[in-house]
């Protein structure tokens, strides 16, 4: 994000601010909750969008009248924060402000090193993360009394996830576990992998041309086995249907929709490392589309549908324009 990195010297609240036309805040002498040294963005607006600043500034100003403190964190409290589908720079602000703050923070796999050197210095960063298939993963079991008894413990834990907590990253299932041990908790949301990957890859989500509906579906079953249960008819007619963690069953997915009756030239593209600056795009149709991406691995969505044809059309036009392929 553009801006300023303001450093606060001490605590304060949003009412302690005060926005100024240069998108930077001026302290005042109020109290605050956050501790010295700790960091946030703040916009910078370019000329054209100055007149724009008081207008953007509004919502801010709501929150200090409310008496909302920047990045302030409750002791015994945790924070099931998205992180976003890649790049460090696209995690929320609120879940940056968490992050900074958390006396502990519980990872998943694939965050971003430059992310968690956001912690403070003296934060406790436990990895529990997950890879799939992969033997070695941390239980769910564990995640689970680990923040319960750190909370209990009267420590502030962010439970750092990737993409968003609620889609398909079981935060539902950890705010069941602490709301039944009376723990209180926020979930943070985050940019998941079907806004974020699809629009690192110039893949529109929705288009108003293509259809009023998307669906996003897990892919991590065997499309043949009893533990998957999609309707797969009622998927095929969907106009735009992106999988989370499809790869190593893209093949079977793909023959399990077209035997439901999608046509096998519907277009499909594999996106891996969305958002990172080593992110792969495959596009192919929907018959060929295991084949083509066969070197992808994960983590990676599948994304299915007419809006895959954008991607051509939006690289062709910005190639038009500048004489230089995207």
């Given amino acids: 994000m553009r801006g300023e990195r303001a450093e606060l010297p001490g605590v304060c609240h949003l009412r302690g601010h005060r926005a100024m036309s240069d998108g930077r805040l001026r302290t005042t002498s109020k109290p605050n909750k956050i501790k010295a040294g700790n960091t946030f963005f703040v916009p910078t607006p370019s000329s054209a969008h100055r007149l724009l600043w008081p207008i953007l500034s509004i919502p801010f100003l709501a929150l200090a009248d409310r008496g909302v403190a920047v990045g302030h964190v409750v002791p015994g409290m945790v924070y099931l924060v998205g992180a976003g589908p890649g790049s460090a720079d696209l995690i929320t602000v609120r879940g940056l402000r968490v992050l900074q703050s958390a006396d502990v923070v519980l990872t998943d796999a694939l965050i971003a090193p430059e992310l968690l050197a956001e912690a403070r210095p003296d934060a406790e960063q436990l990895h529990v993360g997950k890879r799939g298939y992969c033997v070695g993963s941390t239980k769910q079991e564990s995640i689970n009394d680990a923040f319960v008894r750190l909370a209990r413990q009267g420590k502030s834990v962010c439970r750092l996830k990737c993409g968003d907590p609620c889609v398909f990253g079981r935060g539902g299932e950890e705010a069941e576990v602490l709301a ?94 969305g958002s990172l600056p080593e992110q792969v795009v495959v596009t192919a149709e929907l018959a060929a589309i295991a084949d083509v991406a066969a070197g992808v691995v994960g983590p990676a969505v599948v994304v299915i549908g007419e809006v895959v044809r954008y991607r051509e059309r939006l690289l062709g036009l910005v190639a038009a324009q500048t004489g230089v392929s995207a």
């Fill in 180 to 273: 039944a041990a009376g723990i209180p908790f926020e979930i943070v949301p985050g940019v998941t992998a079907a806004v974020g990957a699809l629009a690192a890859a110039k893949i529109p989500l929705t288009h108003r041309s293509v259809g009023p509906a998307v669906v996003l579906a897990t892919g991590h079953h065997d499309p043949d086995s009893d533990d998957c249960t999609h309707d797969w008819e009622a998927l095929a007619r969907l106009p735009v249907v992106v999988f989370y963690m499809a790869v190593r069953h893209l093949a079977a997915i793909a023959r399990r929709l077209e035997s439901a009756g999608l046509p096998p030239g519907t277009p499909a593209a594999v996106i891996q490392s």
